[in-house]
């Protein structure tokens, strides 16, 4: 297993910088809202979908509550396949506001290829990790696939296994940026693997998400940001456990502040659909945001000026 970054592009290629295919961001500023219903991010997601991205490809055994049930068969399921995906322009800007140019990034629940894709279009060395031999297989196929059509700046790179196991090998301070979209704990399960943290119960989950933060933040460079978009969850009794200040809690017990917070502001999809029902017998309401928690280890301003200049 490399013991560094570096180890895990060196591996013989001579990979030449091009500039990102899309060219300059447009219209995206960092306010705390972040607006993915507007034109300027519309647009900018739909480039990036005709350049050809297959998030879903490698997942298709997952099961969510949103593929259960008639309402899902008839709805959900025809509208967005039932499972999540990560948004392109997200993990652009993203990119762009808090790792330097061509840095490496960790992002140790790598899940499907947007992440790592849009990395390597932009030259970012990207890590992921993930414990689905299907998932690394299929995003392996699409990088392939994009560096073919010289959609890639830099390769992408995406370990098989437990973030828990993996990470512990890597030097301390290896990478540039920590990028990552965690499991909701059980909002969408994606198997029966035992290290898989969408099929344990909240005490293990807990325990096992607190471990791969704290090792996160070790393999992150000191005076450098870590960005963790999460969500909310519930209990079996509807009450909400409390994922954002897990999250919270268990960067800073590792030594990372919370230095930014945002919410993602998500389409409405299908929440005015599934709203009525749901208010009327249980007063929930109809989630459509994410929280992007960005967190700093060491000195902000340090962290700040090892980045390129972006206009606010």
Same mark, same amino acid.
């Given at each position: 297993?490399?013991?560094?970054?570096?180890?895990?592009?060196?591996?013989?290629?001579?990979?030449?910088?091009?500039?990102? !295919?899309?060219?300059?961001?447009?219209?995206? @500023?960092?306010?705390?809202?972040? @607006?993915?219903?507007?034109?300027?991010?519309?647009?900018?997601?739909?480039?990036?979908?005709?350049?050809?991205?297959?998030?879903? &490809?490698?997942?298709?055994?997952? &099961? !969510? =509550?949103?593929?259960?049930?008639?309402?899902?068969?008839?709805?959900?399921?025809?509208?967005?396949?039932?499972?999540?995906?990560?948004? +392109?322009?997200?993990?652009?800007?993203?990119?762009?506001?808090?790792? +330097?140019?061509?840095?490496?990034?960790?992002?140790?629940?790598?899940?499907?290829?947007?992440? /790592?894709?849009?990395?390597?279009?932009?030259?970012?060395? =990207?890590?992921?990790?993930?414990?689905?031999?299907? %998932?690394?297989?299929? *995003?392996?196929?699409?990088?392939?696939?994009?560096?073919?059509?010289?959609?890639?700046?830099?390769?992408?790179?995406?370990?098989? /296994?437990?973030?828990?196991?993996?990470?512990?090998?890597?030097?301390?301070?290896? =990478?540039?940026?920590?990028?990552?979209? +965690?499991?909701?704990? *059980?909002?969408?399960?994606?198997?029966?693997?035992?290290?898989?943290?969408?099929?344990?119960?909240?005490?293990?989950?807990?325990?096992?998400?607190?471990?791969?933060?704290?090792?996160?933040?070790?393999?992150?460079?000191?005076?450098?940001?870590? !960005?963790?978009?999460?969500?909310?969850?519930? *209990?079996?009794?509807?009450?909400?456990?409390?994922?954002?200040?897990? &999250?919270?809690?268990?960067?800073?017990?590792?030594?990372?502040?919370?230095?930014?917070?945002?919410?993602?502001?998500? !389409?409405?999809?299908?929440? +005015?659909? @599934?709203?009525?029902? %749901?208010?009327?017998?249980?007063?929930?309401?109809?989630?459509?945001?994410?929280?992007?928690?960005?967190?700093?280890?060491?000195?902000?301003?340090?962290? &700040?000026?090892?980045?390129?200049?972006?206009?606010?």
């Amino acid at each position: 297993m490399p013991t560094s970054s570096q180890a895990l592009f060196d591996d013989g290629d001579d990979v030449s910088f091009v500039a990102p !295919t899309l060219g300059p961001l447009p219209g995206i @500023r960092p306010f705390s809202v972040l @607006r993915t219903d507007l034109g300027p991010w519309r647009d900018r997601r739909a480039a990036w979908n005709d350049l050809g991205l297959a998030s879903r &490809t490698g997942r298709e055994h997952a &099961t !969510t =509550y949103a593929s259960r049930g008639k309402f899902a068969e008839k709805y959900l399921t025809s509208i967005n396949g039932g499972l999540s995906t990560f948004d +392109p322009v997200l993990a652009e800007v993203l990119y762009e506001w808090y790792c +330097p140019e061509r840095g490496s990034v960790l992002d140790p629940f790598a899940g499907g290829s947007v992440r /790592g894709l849009v990395a390597g279009n932009g030259g970012y060395r =990207y890590t992921g990790i993930d414990l689905s031999p299907s %998932q690394v297989d299929a *995003n392996e196929d699409q990088a392939a696939d994009w560096a073919a059509r010289d959609l890639l700046a830099a390769k992408p790179r995406w370990i098989l /296994g437990d973030a828990a196991d993996v990470l512990p090998d890597f030097a301390t301070g290896a =990478y540039d940026y920590v990028m990552t979209c +965690p499991p909701y704990h *059980n909002l969408e399960k994606y198997s029966d693997h035992p290290a898989d943290l969408s099929a344990m119960r909240w005490k293990e989950f807990t325990e096992a998400y607190r471990e791969i933060i704290a090792d996160s933040v070790r393999c992150l460079a000191e005076d450098s940001f870590a !960005t963790w978009v999460v969500g909310e969850v519930r *209990n079996s009794a509807g009450i909400i456990r409390g994922l954002i200040p897990l &999250t919270i809690a268990a960067h800073e017990a590792a030594g990372a502040r919370l230095y930014n917070d945002a919410i993602l502001m998500n !389409t409405l999809g299908t929440t +005015p659909m @599934r709203l009525g029902n %749901q208010w009327r017998a249980s007063r929930k309401m109809g989630r459509h945001h994410q929280y992007v928690l960005t967190f700093v280890k060491g000195d902000p301003k340090c962290a &700040t000026a090892r980045l390129a200049e972006v206009a606010p």
